[in-house]
């Protein structure tokens, strides 16, 4: 009697777990998992921005236009012809803008010069067998990339601070010849343009969007069977791109190593999408190395972030960590939602909302292991 009863309780026990199990799969294959996975999700993920990183945005002057890497003597010439040119403005002393312009270009064509004669001088040199290079060579390539960024992107380390003070004793006393001097450039104008308009007071970071973000999805092959395309999650917000971008007229930076396919893709509706970051393999990586594009570019505290729904909240705490405050614009999935059976559709949502939470779960706790410092 005893041993019936004991098989009794593990016959009920057996039934109690496969209900449950039944009745959780099909949670999963409803509507309503996925839902209430996102909701969790944006509701505990951390979005606040790193205030720390976020001074590395602080100048807000993003643009797409500038091609000057930042940290180069090039770049750090400009930054002190700007300065120079802000001081005469405020001392409103505008006889000197043009000279002071000429003594730029003069300075251009110096800097230009010197690096075409380094390039010159290194082409030159015997190359070196790769056994015979000595230890200490073999050593000193080894490096932190990561260290290196940082250097070229801090205007107030010392090599560059002793570049600057060069540069604007060059740009305040340079004699310039009056052939050169003469022509007014219309460039001038803009430049000035450009200083007053950093002098105006900066709307709040979380007001206003400086650029468009859009995250690569994947790639796939064509119908043809030869030809790399954009797949669905890609291509649907690129989709969402196009709808944004009537709204506002802001550059776009594409984010993935599918950035030169979304360029091409974004082409056929005649948008035209400048920046790439093609370098990044996972979104960690889309964090870091479009932020570090921003910054390049002269800083975007808030920008517009295109991607899916269960990709949006973790997306939105890596960029706040690189100090970018988000507007989250979110993407539709290429399955639909049903309006309440469960399908297989549903269960792609479901699945997708798994690997999302069990990501963010990961990050926040250990961090992502495989996300590279610098491109």
């Given at each position: 009697m005893?041993?019936?009863?004991?098989?009794?309780?593990?016959?009920?026990?057996?039934?109690?777990?496969?209900?449950l199990?039944?009745?959780f799969?099909?949670?999963?294959?409803?509507?309503?998992?996925?839902?209430?996975?996102?909701?969790?999700?944006?509701?505990?993920?951390p979005?606040?921005?790193?205030?720390?990183?976020?001074k590395?945005?602080?100048?807000?002057?993003?643009?797409?236009?500038?091609?000057?890497?930042?940290?180069?003597?090039?770049?750090?010439?400009?930054?002190?012809?700007?300065?120079?040119?802000?001081?005469e403005i405020?001392s409103?002393?505008?006889?000197?803008?043009?000279?002071?312009?000429?003594?730029?270009?003069?300075?251009?064509?110096?800097?230009?010069?010197?690096?075409?004669?380094?390039k010159?001088?290194?082409?030159?040199?015997?190359?070196?067998?790769?056994?015979?290079?000595?230890?200490?060579?073999?050593e000193?390539?080894?490096?932190?990339?990561?260290?290196n960024?940082?250097?070229?992107?801090?205007?107030?380390?010392?090599e560059?601070?002793?570049?600057?003070?060069?540069?604007?004793?060059?740009?305040?006393?340079?004699?310039?010849a009056?052939?050169?001097?003469?022509?007014?450039?219309?460039?001038i104008?803009?430049?000035?343009?450009?200083?007053?308009?950093?002098?105006?007071?900066?709307?709040?970071?979380?007001?206003?969007?400086?650029?468009?973000?859009?995250?690569?999805?994947?790639?796939?092959?064509?119908?043809?069977?030869?030809?790399?395309?954009?797949?669905?999650?890609?291509?649907?917000?690129?989709?969402?791109?196009?709808?944004?971008?009537?709204?506002?007229?802001?550059?776009?930076?594409?984010?993935?190593?599918?950035?030169?396919?979304?360029?091409?893709?974004?082409?056929?509706?005649?948008?035209?999408?400048?920046?790439?970051?093609?370098?990044?393999?996972?979104?960690?990586?889309?964090?870091?190395?479009?932020?570090?594009?921003?910054?390049?570019?002269?800083?975007?505290?808030t920008?517009?972030?295109?991607t899916?729904r269960?990709?949006?909240?973790?997306?939105?705490?890596?960029?706040?960590?690189?100090?970018?405050?988000?507007?989250?614009?979110?993407?539709?999935?290429?399955?639909?939602?049903?309006?309440?059976?469960?399908?297989?559709?549903?269960?792609?949502?479901?699945?997708?909302?798994?690997?999302?939470?069990?990501?963010a779960?990961?990050?926040?706790?250990?961090?992502?292991?495989?996300?590279?410092?610098?491109?």
């Amino acid at each position: 009697m005893k041993q019936n009863h004991w098989m009794l309780r593990l016959v009920q026990i057996a039934a109690v777990l496969f209900v449950l199990f039944a009745a959780f799969m099909i949670f999963i294959y409803s509507p309503f998992y996925s839902t209430l996975v996102v909701k969790t999700l944006n509701t505990l993920v951390p979005v606040e921005v790193n205030q720390v990183a976020a001074k590395s945005q602080q100048m807000a002057a993003f643009s797409d236009q500038d091609s000057l890497e930042p940290g180069s003597d090039l770049w750090i010439a400009r930054q002190a012809y700007l300065k120079l040119m802000e001081q005469e403005i405020q001392s409103e002393n505008s006889k000197n803008l043009t000279l002071i312009q000429a003594r730029y270009k003069a300075l251009q064509a110096l800097i230009l010069e010197e690096q075409t004669q380094k390039k010159l001088a290194s082409e030159q040199e015997l190359p070196q067998v790769p056994l015979l290079v000595s230890n200490a060579a073999s050593e000193a390539v080894v490096e932190d990339p990561s260290e290196n960024v940082k250097a070229l992107l801090n205007l107030d380390s010392h090599e560059n601070q002793v570049l600057m003070e060069q540069y604007l004793e060059f740009l305040s006393t340079h004699k310039i010849a009056e052939t050169e001097s003469e022509p007014v450039d219309e460039e001038i104008f803009k430049d000035i343009a450009l200083i007053q308009q950093q002098n105006i007071p900066k709307i709040p970071a979380n007001s206003k969007p400086y650029a468009i973000v859009v995250l690569g999805g994947g790639l796939t092959l064509d119908d043809n069977g030869k030809d790399i395309v954009v797949n669905d999650y890609t291509r649907l917000r690129l989709e969402t791109t196009l709808a944004v971008v009537k709204q506002y007229q802001l550059p776009i930076v594409l984010s993935g190593v599918e950035a030169p396919y979304m360029q091409r893709w974004l082409k056929k509706y005649d948008v035209e999408a400048k920046l790439l970051e093609d370098r990044s393999m996972n979104t960690c990586e889309n964090s870091r190395f479009s932020s570090l594009l921003l910054q390049k570019k002269g800083g975007a505290p808030t920008v517009i972030l295109i991607t899916d729904r269960y990709h949006m909240p973790r997306t939105r705490r890596l960029f706040a960590l690189n100090g970018i405050e988000t507007i989250p614009v979110e993407a539709p999935m290429p399955t639909q939602l049903t309006a309440w059976r469960p399908s297989e559709q549903n269960y792609d949502h479901s699945r997708r909302a798994n690997y999302e939470m069990l990501a963010a779960i990961r990050d926040v706790l250990i961090g992502s292991s495989a996300c590279r410092e610098v491109p």
